[in-house]
């Protein structure tokens, strides 16, 4: 069984890769890439010129950098309505994010839809480093979000398990 999981955020420059390839490296160290296909995409078109997404914007990629992961080929997409049936969960970067999912969706009638953070019992947004200016905050917080969906998605019980 693969567990196929899209990370969101607004612009797809910033937190959703950050999540993105921080969670392929988790899985990676843990032996697992066979079970996981991960990807990431924006709810709006902001990043995206002429049919090509902007690449991981430069802070987020040298921050990802300095914890030895490489995404030099990621570039920004848009979600599809697609997406909904192709992925088993959404996951949000922030409230807005998880708003314009459903509204794209229809709502979540599948309950796919997910704040990232929720998974660390912490119901809240991850604050966005393009306003705030703090990356190191960001990576944190969205570090702790990948390693409590990790853990609960192969947690007994959890998907890989079931």
Excluded at 17 to 31: C, H, N, Q
């Amino acid at each position: 069984m693969t567990i196929k999981i899209l990370f969101v955020c607004h612009g797809n420059i910033c937190r959703s890769p950050m999540a993105e390839y921080i969670f392929r490296k988790l899985v990676s160290d843990a032996g697992v890439s066979d079970k996981f296909e991960i990807a990431s995409a924006a709810t709006s078109s902001e990043e995206i010129w002429n049919g090509r997404g902007n690449p991981v914007y430069p802070t987020a990629k040298q921050k990802l950098c300095e914890h030895g992961i490489n995404c030099d080929d990621k570039h920004a997409r848009q979600i599809t309505t697609s997406d909904y049936a192709y992925y088993d969960l959404l996951v949000g970067m922030d409230e807005m994010n998880i708003r314009n999912m459903k509204r794209v969706y229809h709502n979540d009638p599948e309950g796919k839809i997910h704040l990232l953070l929720e998974y660390t019992g912490k119901c809240r947004s991850i604050s966005d480093p393009w306003y705030s200016g703090d990356f190191d905050i960001a990576y944190r917080e969205i570090e702790e979000g990948c390693i409590a969906l990790f853990k609960y998605l192969t947690s007994e019980g959890g998907h890989l398990q079931s």
